[in-house]
């Protein structure tokens, strides 16, 4: 029993590394390539777990060369569009200038109720308020929607508008946050001031935020009842 457990921790720690090797994408995000090497890596990753004869080095060795295997074969695409295009595939064009490319959409086996609810998820009811509509490597879809059918931003008003950024979390639940108070340029002193200025203390503090242009957001600690 403390065999498995310490192999299956082993491998828990080691299928980590690797896979946060392979970048953030989620699963839903993932191109043919690397969904085939997850499916890999779990398949050869519960062998050792499974048989606790075999030898913790035959399954590890096999996890090492998959993930050797995913990092040349990501720079070889980088380096060569051919192979990029062999190995991804290219984006598909299922709605060009307002105009639904039929052929397209049976070559990628995609029937016209699954793309009109694509295109429901986005918020288009009507093929017709779409110009263009691209089916991405990574099996989700693009919608750009025609002039007169895109949302009013302030540009179009002529109104001019300050840049707000990012509201960067400080304090959570009595903690700071050091990595975003220092991404607002701002120091420990700055903080306990600008709490005890609002009649509270750090403990107190379940949310804090700051963003670019200087606006604090505090919420404070819910009182027990």
Excluded at 51 to 70: K, Q, R, T
Excluded at 106 to 114: H, P, T
Aim: overall charge positive; proline content about 4%; some cysteine.
């Amino acid at each position: 029993m403390t065999v498995i457990l310490f192999r299956t921790i082993l491998i828990y720690l080691i299928l980590s590394i690797v896979l946060r090797c392979m970048g953030k994408r989620q699963v839903g995000e993932l191109e043919l390539s690397d969904l085939v090497v997850t499916l890999l890596l779990s398949e050869v990753a519960a062998l050792p777990i499974a048989d606790h004869n075999m030898p913790l080095a035959n399954g590890l060795f096999p996890v090492l060369l998959i993930l050797s295997l995913e990092i040349i074969s990501t720079f070889l695409k980088n380096k060569i569009p051919l192979l990029k295009n062999l190995m991804e595939g290219k984006p598909s064009m299922l709605i060009c200038r307002g105009c639904l490319d039929q052929s397209e959409l049976g070559r990628m086996r995609l029937s016209i109720e699954e793309f009109l609810g694509e295109c429901r998820l986005q918020g288009y009811s009507d093929l017709s308020d779409i110009y263009y509509a691209i089916l991405e490597q990574d099996g989700k879809l693009s919608i750009i929607p025609r002039a007169d059918k895109q949302p009013l931003c302030a540009d179009n008003m002529k109104i001019k508008v300050s840049e707000h950024g990012l509201a960067h979390p400080i304090i959570l639940d009595g903690r700071i946050n050091t990595n975003h108070l220092r991404m607002i340029g701002k120091s420990e002193g700055w903080l306990k001031k600008e709490i005890t200025s609002r009649g509270l203390r750090q403990q107190d503090v379940f949310l804090m935020t700051a963003d670019d242009a200087g606006k604090i957001t505090i919420y404070p600690k819910e009182k027990k009842k």
